[in-house]
C-alpha cells in the first residue's frame, strides 16, 4: 500500500520561510516522480512543483525563485522549501506521487488527475 505522509506545516509571519516534507512508502521513491499542490479556502487544487525521477524539476511561476523542490532519495523524501513567503501562499498544500509522470513538455504534472498518490495534506498559513 503506497503512502504519502507530509509535514512542516505552520503558521509564519509573510516573509518567513517554512520547508515541507514528504515520504512515500510502498513503492521504489528512485521510480517515483514527485510534486507538491495547494489549495486555499474555496478555491480548486493547483499545482506547485514537481520532480521527476531523473532530477528535472519545474516549478509554477506564482511561486519561482521563492520556492524549491528536492529529493532525497536515501530518505525516500521530497521537499519543498518555501522562502519570502505571502499571505496568498495560505493553502493546504499536498504532496503527489506517480508511477510515470509525462515529461515538461506534456503538461500532464499540472493537472491532479494526472497523479497517483496523494498525502493527506499539511496547512500552511501565512500572516501579514
Known amino acids: 500500500q503506497v503512502q504519502l505522509v507530509e509535514s512542516g506545516g505552520g503558521l509564519v509571519q509573510a516573509g518567513g520561510s517554512l520547508r515541507l516534507s514528504c515520504t512515500l512508502s510502498?513503492?521504489?521513491?528512485?521510480?517515483?516522480?514527485m510534486g507538491w499542490f495547494r489549495q486555499a479556502p474555496g478555491k480548486q487544487r493547483e499545482f506547485v512543483a514537481v520532480?521527476?525521477?531523473?532530477?528535472?524539476?519545474y516549478v509554477v511561476d506564482s511561486v519561482k525563485g521563492r520556492f524549491t523542490i528536492s529529493r532525497d532519495n536515501a530518505k525516500n523524501t521530497v521537499y519543498l522549501q518555501m522562502n519570502s513567503l505571502k499571505p496568498e501562499d495560505t493553502a493546504v498544500y499536498y504532496c503527489?506521487?506517480?508511477?510515470?509522470?509525462?515529461?515538461?513538455?506534456?503538461?500532464?504534472?499540472?493537472?491532479?488527475?494526472?497523479?497517483?498518490?496523494w498525502g493527506q495534506g499539511t496547512q500552511v498559513t501565512v500572516s501579514s
Open positions: 503527489a506521487a506517480d508511477r510515470n509522470l509525462p515529461s515538461l513538455g506534456a503538461y500532464a504534472y499540472r493537472r491532479s488527475g494526472s497523479w497517483d498518490y
Open positions: 510502498g513503492r521504489s521513491f528512485d521510480s517515483t516522480d
Open positions: 520532480m521527476w525521477r531523473g532530477g528535472s524539476t
